[in-house]
Nanobody, 125 residues
Framework: QVQLVESGGGLVQPGGSLRLSCAAS????????MGWFRQAPGKEREFVAAITSGLRTKYADSVKGRFTISRDNAKNTAYLQMNSMKPEDTAVYYC???????????????????WGQGTQVTVSS
């Protein structure tokens, strides 16, 4: 089992920045790709970014150029740096991980095995 705990959410003004962290514990040796998803009220959970064990990255078009995903394997932590934030970025952000073998990622939530509890991000003036 893998436990994921997100932190770093909060209220930020449009144009501002936040950095989310996702700390992993448990069977961390089994973690391969990690992903960030978000869910706004009344909407489905949507893909934000993913990073493979080989540090390949993938971004949703809506955040490309503004968000950066990274991971520090020594600290068992993944990050999501969010810049130039917009009101439409408001959502609960979830960290996810998978033990699927290979240097691959997916934009589909069902591909991931473990999820954090989520952290609220609100972009508003």
């Amino acid at each position: 089992q893998v436990q994921l705990v997100e932190s770093g959410g909060g209220l930020v003004q449009p144009g501002g920045s936040l950095r989310l962290s996702c700390a992993a514990s448990g069977s961390i040796f089994s973690i391969n790709a990690m992903g960030w998803f978000r869910q706004a009220p009344g909407k489905e959970r949507e893909f934000v970014a993913a990073i493979t064990s080989g540090l390949r990255t993938k971004y949703a078009d809506s955040v490309k150029g503004r968000f950066t995903i990274s991971r520090d394997n020594a600290k068992n932590t993944a990050y999501l740096q969010m810049n130039s934030m917009k009101p439409e970025d408001t959502a609960v952000y979830y960290c996810s991980s998978t033990s699927q073998i290979g240097d691959s990622y997916s934009t589909h939530p069902f591909w991931y095995d473990y999820w954090g509890q989520g952290t609220q991000v609100t972009v508003s003036s």
